[in-house]
């Protein structure tokens, strides 16, 4: 590297020096042999002295141009074959150190479903039951919403990140029915658009051009569990807006994705070709950790049936109530 650097400067420092020489001594030749040689043609006596200073002058001009031709032979083309490679190499260095710490991070995220997951037996469940479920999904995204200029690639700490789930128990009625619910969570919003993402709805006549350009884009992310990265205009700005499917734990066949992870920020550049994959691993982290989570509060539940049932009840309770009862009949 250092060996073409030097190479490079020597050659534009002669270039430099020899192009200002040349192009003064070329002028003068020309300027001398055109004019003698034109006074030739007018008819005007020639002298010897002036024939030699003619030839002398053609000869020094030969000489210069033979000194340009092997310049341009010379030119260290290789230097610019080895800048090429020089920067073709910090590229590839760089893009070897984003995807170790993106690595590092989707690991991390993995330990940290596993510590909340793990602990789970037949005979306790409150670890993971007892957490909120806000609490719990930022777990799993923690990295993704720290460190999201890592994953995209952009030199940028301005960013709306969030998920929205399409179903998600919300209770548990009886061992046979469960209501479920929508559920919206907005990790970061430095862009200001909760009024979009909380009020998600399959028909919404009463949000802006933008909101709906945003609705309907998750509901095809959704709808047809869709990796989606696109442009998004609004009155004072251009936003690009990624959005990821959660699919279901059980993939395959034309199962709609459970919901999505989506991600505002400002930025011109094309989407990381890798932040589809991405997206989709923490999708799926999201996703066993959904499935688990409601797993641990329908066994909670029954779980709090049979103990319910299985309680003794005291003999003077039994005493009071027969008598109780025996009275109502009276």
């Given at each position: 590297m250092?060996?073409?650097?030097?190479n490079?400067?020597?050659?534009?420092?002669?270039?430099?020096f020899?192009?200002?020489?040349?192009?003064?001594?070329?002028?003068?030749?020309m300027?001398f042999c055109?004019?003698?040689?034109?006074?030739?043609?007018?008819g005007?006596?020639h002298?010897?002295?002036?024939v030699?200073?003619?030839?002398?002058g053609?000869?020094?001009?030969i000489?210069?141009e033979?000194?340009?031709?092997?310049?341009?032979?010379?030119?260290p083309?290789?230097?610019?074959?080895h800048?090429?490679?020089?920067e073709?190499?910090?590229?590839?260095?760089?893009?070897?150190?984003?995807?170790?710490?993106?690595?590092?991070f989707?690991d991390?995220?993995?330990?940290s479903?596993?510590?909340?997951?793990?602990?789970?037996?037949?005979?306790?469940?409150?670890?993971?039951?007892?957490?909120?479920?806000?609490?719990?999904?930022?777990?799993?995204?923690?990295?993704?919403?720290?460190r999201?200029?890592?994953?995209?690639?952009?030199?940028?700490?301005?960013?709306?990140?969030?998920?929205?789930?399409d179903f998600?128990?919300?209770?548990?009625?009886?061992?046979?029915e469960?209501?479920?619910?929508r559920?919206?969570?907005?990790?970061k919003?430095?862009?200001?658009?909760?009024?979009?993402?909380?009020?998600?709805?399959d028909e919404?006549?009463?949000i802006d051009?933008?909101g709906?350009?945003?609705?309907?884009?998750?509901r095809?992310?959704?709808?047809?569990?869709?990796?989606?990265?696109k442009?998004?205009v609004?009155?004072?700005?251009?936003?690009?807006?990624?959005?990821s499917p959660?699919p279901?734990?059980c993939e395959?066949?034309?199962?709609?994705?459970?919901?999505?992870?989506?991600t505002?920020?400002?930025?011109?550049?094309?989407?990381?070709?890798?932040?589809?994959?991405?997206?989709?691993?923490?999708?799926?982290?999201?996703?066993?950790?959904?499935?688990?989570?409601?797993?641990?509060?329908?066994?909670?539940?029954?779980i709090?049936?049979?103990?319910?049932?299985?309680i003794?009840e005291?003999?003077e309770?039994?005493?009071?109530r027969?008598?109780?009862?025996g009275?109502?009949?009276?």
């Open positions: 250092n060996i073409g650097i030097d490079l400067s020597k050659y534009f420092k002669s270039d430099r020899n192009g200002v020489i040349i192009s003064l001594m070329n002028t003068i030749i300027l055109s004019g003698y040689i034109g006074a030739l043609l007018g005007v006596k002298s010897t002295l002036g030699i200073l003619t030839f002398i053609l000869v020094f001009y000489i210069l033979i000194l340009r031709i092997l310049k341009e032979k010379n030119f083309l290789s230097v610019l074959d800048l090429n490679a020089v073709e190499l910090k590229e590839v260095k760089e893009a070897y150190s984003r995807q170790l710490k993106v690595y590092e989707i991390d995220s993995i330990k479903l596993n510590e909340e997951t793990c602990p789970i037996t037949d005979s306790s469940y409150e670890q993971l039951c007892s957490l909120e479920l806000d609490k719990g999904l930022e777990g799993i995204l923690r990295n993704l919403n720290n999201t200029n890592y994953f995209l690639n952009v030199d940028t700490d301005k960013f709306t990140i969030g998920i929205c789930l998600i128990l919300k209770k548990v009625i009886s061992l046979d469960y209501e479920y619910g559920h919206e969570l907005i990790l919003d430095d862009f200001q658009l909760s009024k979009y993402l909380t009020a998600f709805k919404d006549n009463s051009q933008f709906y350009a945003i609705h309907s884009t998750f095809e992310c959704i709808k047809f569990s869709k990796f989606i990265c442009d998004l609004g009155e004072n700005v251009t936003l690009k807006l990624i959005c959660i279901q734990v395959g066949g034309d199962l709609e994705a459970r919901g999505l992870i989506y505002f920020y400002e930025g011109s550049n094309p989407c990381p070709n890798d932040i589809e994959h991405i997206l989709l691993i923490h999708g799926r982290l999201v996703a066993n950790w959904l499935s688990k989570y409601e797993d641990c509060v329908k066994s909670r539940f029954k709090q049936q049979e103990n319910d049932a299985n003794q005291p003999p309770v039994t005493e009071l027969i008598r109780l009862n009275q109502v009949k009276q």
